[in-house]
């Protein structure tokens, strides 16, 4: 013992010791004599074989070549539409990864010519059972976070659609499933059957989420029904899968199972009793906007850790106690979110890979046909249960005025499986309940299906190919004189709040020409797997009255009477799909204009930028490129002194527009129009030309915007207000830029348009230099010099797509 403290106390050049778990005992393992020559460089190191033969280091090489290869063949195969789950079946089953499965990337054909990896990296017996209990514990919080996302209350509070679809989905399967082996012989095991039969027809909400959100289409109306539907059939397919699990204990005693579904029923009921309460607590003791105490997320991580234990001493599974305490927990921030933060990443990148690739790893491929008779039965069960499933939820859906393709793509998505499937049947092979042969065709099975339905669905159902193109142009150009204005104003938080009713307040609704105003509060989605939209005028309940705190637009909607009406919503979604929301929403509303917020942040005073927020801003991109109506991005420098000037009926508030001609310049000058009619607002048309024009050249764009500028040079706009209009020459990019600089001080609002792909003489050379290509090459010549003139900018996209 002296000696090996000895050993352990030398300096630093030395190999460091790794630990090693054998038989109940740690061993430290120094490897000797530790020589270093004058460069610091040993002379004698441990070979990689020797070091392999230790638990640290096998566990490391373990996870490392499962993560490199599992991604490598990920990379292959994306381009072809499979995901990544299948991607990691796929190097398990058609290459194994025991060598003596003869794989072909794992197998010996390629690394398991490799000594150590032949001999000792994933051979059974060296090492394999760590990395797989790492795995199955890792895998047990990763169905815990997906309980956490999942909203329990959303089956007993969505519509009537989703619950039956969600019956639908299950019974048929099971009865079609039940029925399909009664021609087989008796010596196939009647457990094996009902329980194969059950989870083929479960339809999981943790996987129907994941592949949604693969495809993009989590925010759509189809998706947002196939996860009320799943959460109905989910919880309806756990009740089921446990209650038959107990029943395996009928045969040796009826009292027994009692015993068992008693106490499971007396466990569930404590854990919603006593749990929930518990959380909200947390959530009470959590100040407002603070972080989660890490105490509290130790704790409930023991919880989960804990009732794991507990149900596995029942003879259920250990995952089953996580996941009730994952959907006693709230879902969203703070307490769901925090959870989902710390974990997820990790939980879902490194332990749901190893245990995908353990769990695949123990199919043997040669065991399909190894029963005749059992893979007959699994082939019979496994289509027959699909196509029910299938039928079923096309009939629910196609019934329900689901249009034909539509339908398919929704009945796929339920019928698709994952990994919640497959941790069910390792689980039940593991109890003996289902043979090598049945296990086998069922991963087949389930490998085959994520393979190949996302590539259907995908090719079926794809509403961003649809740019939400409208039959009709919804712009402000083409608004009649007596139609009402509406407008979605989208906000992020209350700091857009103000600026957005700023903007509103200069357009000056009459009782010919109305204001409908759509306001959406857009949150980022964490914490939970289904998005939320919320109508504020159906809801009043304490989720919501948070919310609305935030889109206070009632002292504007009074201001005006019943000239101005407001609708606020609020929706909580990924931000990669939130102008699926807006462009949605503005479609269904007829809107002629959306309000969009920059997304920069200056200031009270104007003079330092105070946050850049890029998830916005590549919102700002999404719906410029699809959205079915006009659009204005904001440019809010944060200056406030002109806010009081409209609050203050007797100031004036200056409003200039720069004027190019084309398409998205008629149209802001179409706006700027319509806030001459307010009484307070000075508007100046700034009119840049080059010499070409000044020579009378005459095409269509030019005869529009001299029409559009017709009256405005007759002063025959607005009710009263001063008119300026003013030409300036400009030949090149910087004679433009000197106007523009020249001008900026003069005005609390400059509108232009965006004029993005509009090549002219007077914007030469500026695209070179454009920092925010979403404003047009002005709006980011004024953006730049916010912190000089502090004006803010309004640019104007007139409605791209009409059908």
Same mark, same amino acid.
């Given at each position: 013992?002296?000696?090996?403290?000895?050993?352990?106390?030398?300096?630093?050049?030395?190999?460091?010791?790794?630990?090693?778990?054998?038989?109940?005992?740690?061993?430290?393992?120094?490897?000797?004599?530790?020589?270093?020559?004058?460069?610091?460089?040993?002379?004698?190191?441990?070979?990689?074989?020797?070091?392999?033969?230790?638990?640290?280091?096998?566990?490391?090489?373990?996870?490392?070549?499962?993560?490199?290869?599992?991604?490598?063949?990920?990379?292959?195969?994306?381009?072809?539409?499979?995901?990544?789950?299948?991607?990691?079946?796929?190097?398990?089953?058609?290459?194994?990864?025991?060598?003596?499965?003869?794989?072909?990337?794992?197998?010996?054909?390629?690394?398991?010519?490799?000594?150590?990896?032949?001999?000792?990296?994933?051979?059974?017996?060296?090492?394999?059972?760590?990395?797989?209990?790492?795995?199955?514990?890792?895998?047990?919080?990763?169905?815990?976070?997906?309980?956490?996302?999942?909203?329990?209350?959303?089956?007993?509070?969505?519509?009537?659609?989703?619950?039956?679809?969600?019956?639908?989905?299950?019974?048929?399967?099971?009865?079609?499933?039940?029925?399909?082996?009664?021609?087989?012989?008796?010596?196939?095991?009647?457990?094996?059957?009902?329980?194969?039969?059950?989870?083929?027809?479960?339809?999981?909400?943790?996987?129907?989420?994941?592949? =949604?959100?693969?495809?993009?289409?989590?925010?759509?109306?189809?998706?947002?029904?196939? =996860?009320?539907?799943?959460?109905?059939?989910?919880?309806?397919?756990?009740?089921?899968?446990?209650?038959?699990?107990?029943?395996?204990?009928?045969?040796?005693?009826?009292? =027994?199972?009692?015993?068992?579904?008693?106490?499971? $029923?007396?466990?569930?009921?404590?854990?919603?009793?006593?749990?929930?309460?518990?959380?909200?607590?947390?959530? /009470?003791?959590?100040?407002?906007?603070?972080?989660?105490?890490?105490?509290?997320?130790?704790?409930?991580?023991?919880?989960?850790?804990?009732?794991?234990?507990?149900?596995?001493?029942?003879?259920?599974?250990?995952?089953?106690?996580?996941?009730?305490?994952?959907?006693?927990?709230?879902?969203?921030?703070?307490?769901?979110?925090?959870?989902?933060?710390?974990?997820?990443?990790?939980?879902?990148?490194?332990?749901?890979?190893?245990?995908?690739?353990?769990?695949?790893?123990?199919?043997?491929?040669?065991?399909?046909?190894?029963?005749?008779?059992?893979?007959?039965?699994?082939?019979?069960?496994?289509?027959?249960?699909?196509?029910?499933?299938?039928?079923?939820?096309?009939?629910?859906?196609?019934?329900?005025?689901?249009?034909?393709?539509?339908?398919?793509?929704?009945?796929?998505?339920?019928?698709?499986?994952?990994?919640?499937?497959?941790?069910?049947?390792?689980?039940?092979?593991?109890?003996?309940?289902?043979?090598?042969?049945?296990?086998?065709?069922?991963?087949?099975?389930?490998?085959?299906?994520?393979?190949?339905?996302?590539?259907?669905?995908?090719?079926?159902?794809?509403?961003?190919?649809?740019?939400?193109?409208?039959?009709?142009?919804?712009? =402000?150009?083409?608004?009649?004189?007596?139609?009402?204005?509406?407008?979605?104003?989208? $906000?992020?938080?209350?700091?857009?709040?103000?600026?957005?009713?700023?903007?509103?307040?200069?357009?000056?609704?009459?009782?010919?020409?109305?204001?409908?105003?759509?306001?959406?509060?857009?949150?980022?989605?964490?914490?939970?797997?289904?998005?939320?939209?919320?109508?504020?005028?159906?809801?009043?309940?304490?989720?919501?009255?948070?919310?609305?705190?935030?889109?206070?637009?009632?002292?504007?909607?009074?201001?005006?009477?019943?000239?101005?009406?407001?609708?606020?919503?609020?929706?909580?979604?990924?931000?990669?799909?939130?102008?699926?929301?807006?462009?949605?929403?503005?479609?269904?509303?007829?809107?002629?204009?959306?309000?969009?917020?920059?997304?920069?942040?200056?200031?009270?005073?104007?003079?330092?930028?105070?946050?850049?927020?890029?998830?916005?801003?590549?919102?700002?991109?999404?719906?410029?490129?699809?959205?079915?109506?006009?659009?204005?991005?904001? $440019?809010?420098?944060?200056?406030?002194?002109? /806010?009081?000037?409209?609050?203050?009926?007797?100031?004036?508030?200056?409003?200039?527009?720069?004027?190019?001609?084309?398409?998205?310049?008629?149209?802001?000058?179409?706006?700027?129009?319509?806030?001459?009619?307010?009484?307070?607002?000075?508007?100046?048309?700034?009119?840049?030309?080059?010499?070409?024009?000044?020579?009378?050249?005459?095409?269509?764009?030019?005869?529009?915007?001299?029409?559009?500028?017709?009256?405005?040079?007759?002063?025959?706009?607005?009710?009263?207000?001063?008119?300026?209009?003013?030409?300036?020459?400009?030949?090149?990019?910087?004679?433009?830029?000197?106007?523009?600089?020249?001008?900026?001080?003069?005005?609390?609002?400059?509108?232009?348009?965006?004029?993005?792909?509009?090549?002219?003489?007077?914007?030469?050379?500026?695209?070179?230099?454009?920092?925010?290509?979403?404003?047009?090459?002005?709006?980011?010549?004024?953006?730049?010099?916010?912190?000089?003139?502090?004006?803010?900018?309004?640019?104007?996209?007139?409605?791209?797509?009409?059908?």
């Amino acid at each position: 013992m002296a000696d090996l403290m000895k050993s352990m106390s030398m300096d630093l050049a030395s190999p460091p010791p790794y630990l090693s778990y054998r038989n109940g005992t740690v061993a430290v393992c120094i490897f000797l004599p530790p020589k270093v020559n004058s460069a610091g460089i040993w002379l004698n190191p441990a070979a990689p074989s020797e070091i392999l033969r230790f638990s640290l280091p096998l566990l490391e090489a373990q996870l490392l070549v499962i993560f490199s290869i599992t991604h490598l063949v990920y990379a292959i195969l994306k381009p072809l539409g499979v995901t990544f789950f299948a991607s990691q079946m796929f190097v398990c089953y058609l290459f194994p990864l025991s060598p003596c499965n003869a794989g072909v990337i794992l197998g010996p054909a390629v690394l398991g010519r490799i000594k150590p990896f032949n001999d000792i990296l994933f051979k059974p017996g060296s090492g394999l059972e760590i990395v797989e209990t790492i795995a199955t514990f890792g895998f047990s919080i990763f169905l815990f976070l997906m309980a956490v996302k999942m909203d329990v209350r959303e089956a007993f509070t969505s519509t009537r659609r989703a619950k039956v679809i969600g019956i639908a989905s299950l019974l048929p399967p099971i009865v079609v499933g039940l029925n399909a082996y009664q021609s087989q012989s008796d010596k196939l095991c009647i457990m094996e059957r009902t329980m194969g039969t059950t989870i083929e027809s479960l339809s999981s909400f943790s996987v129907i989420a994941w592949l =949604l959100e693969d495809l993009k289409i989590g925010n759509s109306e189809l998706g947002r029904l196939a =996860l009320s539907s799943s959460t109905v059939c989910n919880l309806f397919a756990l009740f089921i899968i446990n209650v038959v699990g107990l029943s395996r204990h009928l045969h040796q005693s009826t009292s =027994l199972f009692v015993k068992d579904l008693g106490v499971a $029923v007396v466990f569930v009921t404590l854990v919603f009793v006593t749990v929930r309460p518990l959380m909200f607590w947390i959530i /009470r003791e959590t100040p407002e906007g603070g972080p989660v105490k890490g105490a509290h997320i130790v704790f409930i991580i023991m919880i989960a850790i804990g009732c794991s234990i507990f149900t596995n001493w029942l003879n259920q599974s250990p995952f089953l106690g996580a996941f009730l305490v994952g959907l006693a927990i709230p879902d969203g921030p703070p307490l769901g979110s925090a959870l989902v933060d710390k974990f997820d990443c990790f939980a879902r990148g490194v332990f749901l890979v190893a245990y995908v690739t353990t769990t695949t790893m123990k199919v043997n491929p040669k065991n399909v046909y190894s029963d005749p008779e059992r893979f007959k039965f699994s082939i019979i069960f496994v289509v027959s249960t699909f196509l029910a499933k299938f039928i079923s939820c096309f009939i629910a859906s196609f019934w329900g005025m689901m249009p034909f393709r539509d339908a398919s793509a929704f009945s796929l998505i339920m019928s698709s499986k994952g990994v919640v499937e497959l941790q069910y049947f390792a689980g039940y092979r593991g109890v003996k309940i289902l043979s090598e042969s049945t296990f086998s065709v069922l991963v087949l099975n389930i490998l085959v299906n994520a393979t190949i339905l996302p590539i259907i669905v995908k090719f079926l159902y794809d509403p961003v190919s649809k740019k939400y193109a409208g039959y009709q142009k919804r712009n =402000l150009m083409h608004l009649k004189p007596d139609a009402e204005l509406r407008v979605l104003a989208c $906000v992020h938080g209350s700091e857009s709040v103000r600026a957005i009713i700023d903007v509103l307040d200069l357009t000056c609704p009459t009782k010919e020409s109305p204001n409908v105003i759509y306001v959406l509060h857009m949150i980022e989605l964490v914490g939970r797997d289904s998005p939320v939209f919320i109508a504020h005028q159906k809801h009043n309940n304490k989720l919501v009255s948070s919310y609305e705190n935030i889109l206070d637009f009632n002292p504007y909607e009074e201001k005006y009477g019943g000239l101005v009406t407001v609708n606020a919503f609020t929706t909580i979604s990924l931000p990669k799909l939130m102008h699926e929301d807006i462009c949605t929403m503005a479609l269904d509303n007829q809107t002629s204009l959306v309000l969009l917020p920059f997304h920069k942040k200056w200031s009270l005073d104007g003079s330092v930028v105070e946050d850049e927020n890029s998830m916005i801003r590549n919102l700002n991109f999404s719906v410029l490129h699809r959205a079915p109506c006009s659009i204005g991005i904001l $440019v809010d420098c944060g200056l406030h002194s002109w /806010r009081q000037k409209l609050e203050n009926s007797f100031s004036s508030y200056s409003i200039g527009i720069v004027f190019l001609g084309g398409n998205d310049d008629q149209e802001a000058l179409t706006l700027a129009k319509r806030m001459s009619n307010d009484p307070r607002v000075n508007l100046t048309l700034i009119h840049l030309i080059s010499d070409q024009e000044s020579e009378n050249a005459v095409d269509w764009d030019t005869m529009m915007d001299a029409e559009m500028l017709k009256d405005f040079k007759q002063n025959e706009v607005g009710g009263g207000c001063n008119l300026t209009y003013t030409q300036a020459i400009s030949n090149n990019g910087k004679q433009t830029a000197n106007i523009i600089r020249s001008i900026t001080d003069d005005y609390d609002l400059v509108i232009v348009g965006r004029r993005c792909g509009v090549d002219s003489v007077q914007t030469a050379g500026l695209s070179e230099w454009s920092e925010y290509p979403e404003l047009g090459v002005i709006g980011d010549l004024l953006t730049s010099m916010v912190l000089d003139s502090r004006v803010s900018v309004l640019v104007v996209q007139q409605q791209l797509y009409v059908g």
